[in-house]
C-alpha cells in the first residue's frame, strides 16, 4: 500500500485550486522573561524579535502552495500595513493576491502572540498572553458583491474551491451558496466555524469538522463509536455532502460518504508541539487529491500523515511532498531498515534528512567474521545516514558463488547492527543505479580494496562521492 500511497503523491501535477474566506496574520513577538513587574503580578518579556506567518485561510493556501498546488487567496483585508504584510509574504510565496479586497471599514485580522522562550522562570516555549485585532461584523454589500462576481466569472477555471470559514464575516449565505453552485464544475470544499449553520453549506463536496466542531453541529458527544458515526450521517444530511471527515484527536480520523462507506483511521504517533495547522493541511490534502481517483483508506492516510508533520513542528511550520513520502515510507515500522533504493531517496529528500552526510557501503555479508563487524563498527563512527547495500542470493548466484547465508538470515544479523540505518537489497553486479538514486557523499570499502578498481567507479566520480577505505584492523 505504501509504495501506492507514494506514487499517489509524486505524481500529483500542480492543481489550481481557489481559497475563499478569512484571511489572517500570526504575528509573533519574541522574547525572554527573567522578573515579574513590580506594577502588577505579571511576567515582563524582553523583547528579542518579531516574526510573521499567514493565518486563516492564508495559512492553508501555504500549505498547498508547498505541496505543489497552484494558489489563489480571494479574502477581505483592512486597508492598512498588515494588509501590506501579508501582501508581500503571499508574493514571496507565489500565492495569488488579486482577489483579496480592501476594506477601510475593518481592520486586517492580526493575531498578536506574546512568546517566552527557555528561560529561569520558565520551561520551554511559553504563549504568555494573545491579542487579537479583528472586526466579526459581516462584510459590506459592495465587497461582498466583488466576491460574488469572482466566484461567478472565474470559479469554474479551478480544479478545487476551499471555504475557509474562522467566523471573521467575509462568508456570508450568498458567497456560501454561490461557492455551493460551482461543484457542478469543480469540487467545493468546507471548513466550517464551530457552531456552523450547515444548512448554508448545502450542497459542497466535503468538510472536516474536527471532534468539537462536530459536537456543535449535531448537538451530542462523540463518546463513541457508534456516537461518531451517528454524527457523520447526520453531517452528511444536514449539508448534503458526498462525504466528511471528522478529525477525532488522539483517536485519529473517521470518514463516512453518503453511499454509507464508513473507516476509521488511526492517529500517527508523533509527538505533540502545537496542534495548530492539522485541519488546513487534512482539508488541504482533501482539496489538492480532489481530482485524483483516490481510495477513501488512501485519501485519509495521507491526510492523517500531513496532520501529523504539522503537529510535531513548533512555529513557523513547514510541509513537502517529501516530507508527507518520507512519514509514509516509516509509518509505524521505523525499526524496520529494509527499503527500496527508491524509498531511501525519498527519505533522503525529506526536510529531516536534506542536509546530512549520507554514508554507503554494499557486499554480500553472509560471512560475518570479526574484521567485518570491525567494519561495520567503524561505519557508525561517521555521523550522518550510514546505508548497506546487500546482494541478494540472486546476484551472489549470478556471480558465479554460492552464498553461505540465505539473504533473509543475512538480513537479520544486518538489523541487528545500530550503526545501519537503512539496508537495500538488490539483484545487480553492481550498485551504479542505486548510487544515482542516492547520491551519497561518502562511499565506504575496507583497505583491501585499496589496490583494486572498484566497479562503481565511474559513477561515484558522476555523483561527486568521495571514497572512503577502512581498515578493520586499525
Not at 457552531?195 to 449535531?218: H, I, Q
Request: aromatic fraction near 8%; include cysteine; hydrophobic fraction near 40%.
Amino acid at each position: 500500500m505504501n509504495s501506492e500511497i507514494v506514487n499517489i503523491i509524486q505524481t500529483l501535477g500542480t492543481p489550481k485550486i481557489l481559497i475563499i474566506g478569512d484571511l489572517m496574520l500570526d504575528h509573533f513577538t519574541w522574547g525572554s522573561v527573567s522578573r515579574i513587574s513590580p506594577e502588577a503580578p505579571t511576567p515582563i518579556l524582553n523583547f528579542e524579535e518579531e516574526t510573521y506567518q499567514l493565518g486563516g485561510a492564508g495559512f492553508t493556501a501555504s500549505v498547498l502552495k508547498q505541496l505543489g498546488a497552484k494558489v489563489d487567496l480571494a479574502a477581505v483585508s483592512g486597508n492598512d500595513s498588515d494588509r501590506e504584510i501579508i501582501l508581500k509574504m503571499l508574493a514571496n510565496q507565489g500565492i495569488g493576491s488579486e482577489g483579496i479586497i480592501a476594506d477601510n471599514s475593518r481592520p486586517t485580522t492580526r493575531k498578536q502572540r506574546l512568546q517566552a522562550r527557555d528561560t529561569d522562570l520558565s520551561s520551554g516555549m511559553q504563549q504568555m498572553m494573545r491579542v487579537d485585532f479583528e472586526s466579526k461584523d459581516p462584510i459590506g454589500q459592495e465587497v461582498e458583491n466583488k466576491l460574488i462576481e469572482l466566484i461567478a466569472t472565474k470559479g469554474s477555471e479551478y480544479d478545487a474551491i476551499i471555504a475557509s470559514d474562522y467566523g471573521k464575516g467575509v462568508l456570508t449565505e450568498d458567497i456560501l451558496a454561490k461557492i455551493s453552485s460551482c461543484k457542478k464544475t469543480t469540487p467545493v470544499f468546507a471548513d466550517p466555524k464551530k457552531g456552523a449553520d450547515l444548512k448554508l453549506y448545502k450542497g459542497f463536496t466535503a468538510m472536516k469538522p474536527n471532534r468539537f466542531e462536530a459536537e456543535s453541529y449535531v448537538g451530542f458527544a462523540l463518546t463513541s463509536k457508534d456516537k461518531i458515526i451517528e454524527a457523520g450521517k447526520k453531517i452528511l444530511e444536514l449539508a448534503d455532502l458526498d462525504y466528511t471527515f471528522i478529525s477525532l484527536d488522539a483517536d485519529g480520523l473517521f470518514y463516512i460518504c453518503k453511499n454509507g462507506n464508513q473507516l476509521f483511521v488511526p492517529t500517527s504517533k508523533k509527538e505533540v508541539y502545537d496542534v495548530a495547522g492539522a485541519g488546513d493541511s487534512v482539508i488541504s490534502m482533501m482539496a489538492l487529491l480532489s481530482t485524483s481517483d483516490v481510495p477513501p483508506r488512501y485519501l485519509m492516510e495521507l491526510a492523517n500523515t500531513a496532520a501529523g508533520i504539522m503537529i510535531s513542528q513548533s512555529q513557523p511550520k513547514t510541509i513537502s511532498k517529501e516530507d508527507i513520502i518520507y512519514n509514509i515510507i516509516l509509518g509505524d515500522e521505523v525499526s524496520k531498515k529494509l527499503k527500496t533504493s527508491d524509498e531511501v531517496a525519498a527519505i533522503l529528500n525529506s526536510t529531516e534528512y536534506r542536509n546530512r552526510k549520507v554514508y554507503f557501503t554494499n557486499g554480500y555479508f553472509d560471512n560475518i567474521k570479526p574484521a567485518q563487524i570491525k567494519f561495520l563498527e567503524k561505519l557508525g563512527s561517521h555521523e550522518g545516514i550510514r546505508i548497506v547495500a546487500l546482494n541478494s542470493d540472486n546476484s551472489i548466484k549470478d556471480a558465479g558463488h554460492e552464498p553461505k547465508l540465505p539473504q533473509a538470515d543475512r538480513l537479520r544479523l544486518l538489523q541487528m547492527f545500530d550503526c545501519i540505518d537503512y539496508i537495500i537489497v538488490f539483484d545487480a553486479q553492481n550498485c551504479d543505479e542505486m548510487l544515482k538514486k542516492i547520491k551519497p557523499d561518502y562511499f565506504l570499502k575496507g583497505i583491501n580494496y585499496a589496490d583494486q578498481e572498484i566497479a562503481e567507479a565511474k559513477t561515484l566520480k558522476e555523483i561527486n562521492s568521495e571514497v572512503i577505505f577502512i581498515d578493520a584492523n586499525a
